[in-house]
């Protein structure tokens, strides 16, 4: 890969030819396109199929949100284990959301929309975030992509987050934790392949504070 505006861009560059994959999402064996220009074309990448192994099943029904859709593995997972939720497959690459879109059809997906940010409703919280985040943008810029839409979890929502361990996985834990404020607590969920998973829980108004014992 080349940098990060290789693929974290609205407009990329490369072949933009569609590419036949055949991968497996949610225990199924699936055909997808993808396409030069987006994050891992050529793959499930290893990061992702960590992030879908381990992350507890989403809420059968709600908004769910994939940050970072590329050609759409977690958003297809997501609408294939829960279809009757309204998927929202967010990414700033045209080309990745007409793939998603794409893939979404193919497999009779309808409740998978690709969208960019402005395109989604100001005042829609989620129940679920599921993401690998694009870690290679530079710490300000994923710091705010995070501060932007892990506080829009619903009360009881829960997001994970795939990273890689010598990416700074540990360190963006402890950042979450001190700036997330006390109604999220973020935690390790699971350690595999080089990556972790990192757990954000978003609480009840007072009931964390009850869990960790302080005053209401």
């Known amino acids: 890969m080349s940098g990060p505006t290789h693929y974290f861009t609205a407009e990329p560059e490369g072949d933009d030819r569609r590419r036949a994959r055949t991968v497996q999402l949610a225990g199924r064996t699936v055909q997808v396109q993808t396409a030069g220009g987006i994050f891992c074309p050529d793959r499930l990448d290893l990061g992702t199929s960590v992030l879908l192994r381990e992350t507890p099943g989403p809420p059968p029904s709600g908004e769910l949100l994939d940050l970072?859709?590329?050609w759409g593995p977690i958003a297809l997972t997501m609408a294939m284990l829960a279809?009757?939720?309204?998927?929202?497959?967010l990414?700033?690459?045209?080309?990745?959301?007409?793939?998603?879109?794409?893939?979404?059809?193919?497999?009779?997906?309808?409740?998978?929309?690709?969208v960019t940010a402005a395109q989604i409703p100001e005042d829609l919280s989620f129940d679920a975030i599921w993401s690998n985040p694009p870690i290679r943008v530079g710490k300000g810029a994923l710091h705010d992509l995070l501060l932007t839409w892990l506080p829009r979890l619903a009360p009881g929502g829960h997001a994970y987050l795939v990273v890689q361990r010598n990416l700074g996985a540990d360190s963006l834990h402890t950042w979450l934790a001190s700036s997330l404020g006390p109604d999220f607590v973020a935690s390790r969920l699971a350690s595999a392949k080089g990556f972790r998973v990192l757990h954000v829980q978003r609480g009840y108004p007072?009931?964390?504070?009850l869990t960790r014992g302080e005053p209401t």
Do not use: F, K, S
């Open 83 to 89: 279809p009757l939720a309204r998927v929202w497959a």
């Open 68 to 70: 970072g859709c590329g």
């Open 91 to 114: 990414d700033i690459n045209r080309r990745a959301l007409q793939l998603t879109g794409e893939n979404a059809r193919h497999l009779g997906l309808n409740g998978v929309h690709p």
């Open 206 to 209: 007072g009931e964390l504070a």
